[in-house]
């Protein structure tokens, strides 16, 4: 187990090169001169050919890289072209808006799905089941932004249960969660539900019926935690596209995430921003990866022994 | 006592045959785990005749089976087809060898491909050896049904549709079409009911005189080897253990484990059950043979010296061989 | 001095609906077990016994399989009608079950241990030590050795024979009054199976519950049973004393049967089969099903069903060979031009 921890460890290097390369290429290829856009309206073509040779961007693009690279790893992220500021501070600051977000998020994907996939499994073909299944459904198919503007405008704006942006109080939370969460809570039921069917047509199911033991002893400790194991790497796989809602939630609800930054960079060609904004997300991806295939041996020791 | 096989010279000439697996590597740093799977047999198979191998899971049969075929490539040994190396060929003569040594599969359900009819499958495998031109085929076909027992009609048909005991006939007459000489029987009638188990045997037996065909036949099942049988070989962990023809080997079985499996099977006839021989243990792991003598952490009669040293696969007479260094004290006629 | 009558099934019927119609897969079944006695039940694939075995504990999957008729008495009590409640504390406990495949019959991510435990916990009441220390000597009595290791270690870290000892273990551990072996032996090897079908003649001895011995192999048949019933097509064709069944099997079946089995210590050029196949369960004849393929065929049987009817003191037979009306069959066609 150490050593393979450690063997996934060494793997993040190669990511964050990979990772900052394809976003710097991307971002030089992007239609927009920074420097123009820093300069502001109106300013001379000298104080722009200062503000280029200032930032560095008239140096070739692999000396651009490489340096921007050793800095990496010495943990600076460069400055943002906007305001001059560390992009380090921003994504600190911004960071834990999104991790809690995200974690909120993943706890409604996780019990809202686990529950909705276990009462489908239990009665399957009845018509909890089926209604089950078709809301899950129409929750994976729902555009994310589109749930989150109806729910703002049905919870905030009509019933005024909810305030409708920002993330000051707890009440902020809920809807940007749900609208997250959802669409990973539908997939999470489907596949309970998909896994359990499977599970209790197994032989050591009739086993556990055959030694008499009660129908939730059966469901919750012998079928469950069978079923649980494809579903432990399919909530993993939802955290990458949990990273990528953020984005869509964070505009949608004018959260101070890391997502929203990535967008408003992107827009005004805050190269570093963007840069040091995608990578540390890479970064949290790889980290929970690792985290979900650690749990997902520790529940499956079969793979770790062979 | 000789074989009256043996006055040819053989067909198959298996020596030194090797099949390793590597385990995949979880991590680097790692010892490489092997699986020796046939870890080192030699036999000789003779025309006209059937050979057994039999053994209990994990003995290394089926490997063997498929080591000769090449389905997987062997370690290290070499396989003499009349005289020519098997191992050495390429692909191009391998597969016109292919022809003289067929198979049939234990499992009738997964060895016949479902999304072609009965026809479509005989006209393919005598397509690819080229037997007999085009128009001949049709004729050959419906000669080849008739041998199997099964009707004409059935040609159109596609595998789903027919019984287990069927679909073995149908791998049967798939073997014959490309006019082999050794047909290796790999648990071909283990999948099924006693009764059409009984009707399958009773058919290999006929083609067997009627085509002049040598039968390889590998199965754990003693009473079906007793059967269909002129000589059988004896395999645990990978290793030969003996190898008689059938009556010594039933009659006077010199090998503690035959012995112990001979005394294992479940007889009918109250008089004919002998003193058993309970075997103490599990098998041991491919992975990790005992030392010296690979049976010896479950023989009743192990010493010292079987921890050491491995007995060699010696002849006892010319038509039987054990593979103990206690044989001849342990059980004299 | 006969021994008590443990469990005694009365035309058990269990059918399959399903929009291809209904299969009778069990489709009359009587017998009795008496205690201490090990009866088996012998038959080919899709003769119905596997489904037999099920339907005592109402294990048959359900829809679309039912228990449409019959009773199976443990001692008195109708186990077909009773509660779900009432039969789960006999599941286990009176009357327990193992199975074929004891690579897939055990919960791959419970320690063994624990499965034995649970059942201990559930119907004896013991407290969760208790349970673990007596699952730990089941285990050890069952031929394991170093017991305690094993019980925390989990199936995937065992062989398929120590499984089944497991399994017999967890069956064992309540004591019941029966135990039902469907094809305990079958996907082991043969020396394997000696060893388990030893611990089970053994335990029996200790123990004194009726087995009931779910096979295909007559061998088999012939060492561990007192009783065998021999079924074809859902019904029992032959009852008899096991020492006599092989000597003189009266059914026709029965005796193709055992003609077609090879034999380990003799010689045979060719082996007897019965010709033609078993008929579908969904679509039985009228008549005795197997006349389409049995030799001694008259019209009576393709007209009539034949009883189980008694032959002698222990031996009972479906068969119109042994009944009265026989001869008259017989003398018909002596009689006709």
Known sequence: ???????????????????????????????????????????????????????????????????????????????????????????????????????????????????????????????????????????????SFWLGLLLMYVFSVKLQWLPVAGWDSTAHIILPAITLGAGGAAIVARMTRSSMLEVVGQDYIRTAKAKGLKGHVIIYKHALRNALIPVITVVGLQFGSLLGGTVLVESVFAINGIGRMIVDSIRTRDIPMVQGGVLVASLVFVFVNLLVDVMYRVFNKRIDLN | MSNVFQEKSPLLQVSELKQHFELKKEVIFQPKQVVKAVDGIDFDLYPGETLSIVGESGCGKSTTGRSILRLDEPTSGDVLFKGQSLLQMNKKELRSIRGNIQVIFQDPYASLNPRRTIRQMLEEAMAIQKVLPPNKREARMLELMNHVGLRPEYLERYPHEFSGGQRQRIGIARALAVNPEIIICDEAVSALDVSIQAQILNLLKKLQKEFDLTFLFISHDLSVVRHISDRVMVMYLGKVVEIADKSSLFNKPMHPYTKALLSAIPVIDETKRGERIILKGDVPSPLNPPTGCRFHTRCPFATERCSQEEPLLRELSATHSVACHFAEELFTS | MEKEVVLEVKNLKTHFISNKGTAKAVDGIDFVLRKGETLGIVGESGCGKSMTSLSILRLIPSPPGKIVDGQVLLKGQDLVKMSDEELRKIRGNRISMIFQEPMTSLNPVIPVG???????????????????????????????????????????????????????????????????????????????????????KDLQKKIGMGIIFITHDLGVVAEMCDQVGVMYAGQIVEHQEAKNLFNNPLHPYTQGLIGSLPKLYEDQEELQIIEGTVPSPYDYPEGCRFAERCPFAQDICIQKQPNLIQFDENSKVRCWKYSDEWQDSLAKEVVAP
Request: proline content about 6%; charged content about 15%.
């Open chain 1, 1 to 143: 187990m150490f050593l393979f921890i450690l063997k996934r460890l060494v793997q993040i290097v190669p990511v964050i090169l990979g990772v900052t390369l394809v976003v710097f290429l991307i971002m030089q290829m992007v239609p927009g001169d920074p420097a123009v856009i820093m300069a502001g309206e109106g300013a001379s073509k000298e104080t722009i050919n200062e503000l280029r040779e200032d930032l560095g961007l008239n140096r070739p693009l692999h000396e651009q890289y490489l340096s921007y690279i050793g800095n990496v790893f010495q943990g600076d992220l460069g400055n943002s072209l906007k305001n001059n500021q560390p992009v380090m501070d921003e994504i600190m600051v911004r960071l834990p808006i999104t991790m809690e977000l995200a974690f909120f998020s993943i706890m409604i994907t996780i019990v809202l799905g686990l529950i909705a996939g276990i009462i489908s499994a239990v009665r399957p073909y009845s018509f909890s089941d089926i209604s089950v299944m078709v809301v899950a459904l129409i929750g994976i198919s729902l555009p």
């Open chain 3, 114 to 200: 624990e499965q034995i435990a649970e059942a201990l916990r559930l119907h004896q009441g013991l407290s969760k030590k208790q349970a673990w220390d007596r699952s730990v000597e089941m285990i050890g009595l069952v031929g394991i050795p170093s017991p305690e290791k094993r019980a925390k270690q989990e199936p995937f870290q065992l062989s398929g024979g120590m499984r089944q000892r497991i399994m017999i273990a967890m069956a064992l551990a309540c004591t019941p009054e029966v135990l039902i072996a469907d094809e305990p032996t079958t996907a082991l090897d043969v020396t394997i199976q000696a060893q388990i079908l030893e611990i089970m």
